[in-house]
C-alpha cells in the first residue's frame, strides 16, 4: 500500500479500549491483545492529535452475561435494542480491569471518550450505542476541532474497532485502519464479516508502516 502522509490538522489516532480487561489475563481477553501496545506506542508521537475510548460499565450492566439468570458468557438475548452478545463482567467502572495499559504511552490524548456507562445500553462504537441513535458526542467534537480523517487501533478489531470505523465511515469522516495496531476476538467468522463491513463502508485496511 503507498504511504499515507498524516496532516497535523485535519487526521487523529484513535485508540481503542486498550485497557487490562482486553487484554491476556483480563476478564474479556482477546488473544494477543497486548501485542498492540508496541505498535500505538509507535504511532503516537507520529500524530498531532490523539484521542482514546475506554469501556465504562456500572456494576451489573444489561451486557454482562451474570445480569441475566441461566444465561453463560458469549450467549445472545434480547434488549430494548436488539440481539446483544452476553459477556463476562468486564471493565467495571473504577477497577483494574478498567484501567489502561501501563505500558500504553498515552499521556499526550487529547480527549477520552468513556462508552458504556449506560445501565441498558452496550456500546461498541465510538459513535453510538448499541441502540444506534444515542451518541457519545464524539462526532460533533472531531467536526468542531476540524478533523476529517481518523486513524484507528486498538481491541478488539471484529467489535469496537469494527464499528467505530463503519460508524466513523457513514458520518462522513476517512477512517484507515492501521490491521497491526489491533487484535480480534473472531467468534464464529466475525473477523472475516468486520473486514468485510469496514471495506463495504469504504474503510480503508493498512498497516502502521504505511504511515508518515
Known amino acids: 500500500m503507498p504511504a499515507l502522509t498524516t496532516d497535523d490538522t485535519t ?5 481503542i479500549d486498550v485497557q487490562n480487561d482486553f487484554c491476556p489475563k483480563g476478564a474479556l481477553a482477546v488473544p494477543k491483545g497486548d501485542e498492540v ?3 500505538v506506542n509507535r504511532l ?37 435494542y436488539g440481539t446483544q452478545v452476553l459477556w463476562p463482567d468486564h471493565c467495571v467502572q473504577g477497577t483494574e480491569g ?4 501501563r505500558d500504553l504511552q498515552y499521556g499526550k490524548a487529547e480527549l477520552i471518550i468513556r462508552k458504556g456507562f449506560r445501565l441498558e445500553i452496550d ?5 453510538f450505542e448499541n ?8 462526532s460533533g467534537y472531531l467536526r468542531t476541532r476540524g478533523f476529517k480523517r481518523l486513524f484507528m ?4 478489531t471484529d467489535f469496537c474497532v469494527n464499528y467505530s470505523a463503519v460508524d466513523g465511515a457513514a458520518l462522513g469522516f476517512e477512517v484507515v485502519v492501521l490491521e497491526d495496531g489491533c487484535r480480534a476476538i473472531d467468534l464464529v467468522g466475525s473477523l472475516a464479516a468486520a473486514k468485510d463491513a469496514m471495506t463495504k463502508a469504504g474503510v480503508t485496511l493498512a498497516t502502521s508502516g ?3
Open 11 to 15: 487526521d487523529a489516532l484513535l485508540v
Open 37 to 39: 501496545v508496541p505498535v
Open 44 to 80: 503516537i508521537p507520529r500524530f498531532a492529535h490523539v484521542l482514546l475510548t475506554q469501556d465504562w460499565h456500572p456494576p451489573g450492566h444489561r451486557s454482562f452475561a451474570s445480569a441475566h439468570a441461566g444465561k453463560r458468557p458469549f450467549e445472545t438475548t434480547e434488549l430494548s
Open 98 to 101: 478498567a484501567d489502561f495499559r
Open 123 to 127: 456500546s461498541y462504537s465510538a459513535f
Open 131 to 138: 441502540d444506534r441513535r444515542t451518541p457519545t458526542g464524539l
Open 153 to 156: 487501533a486498538g481491541l478488539a
Open 210 to 212: 504505511a504511515v508518515l
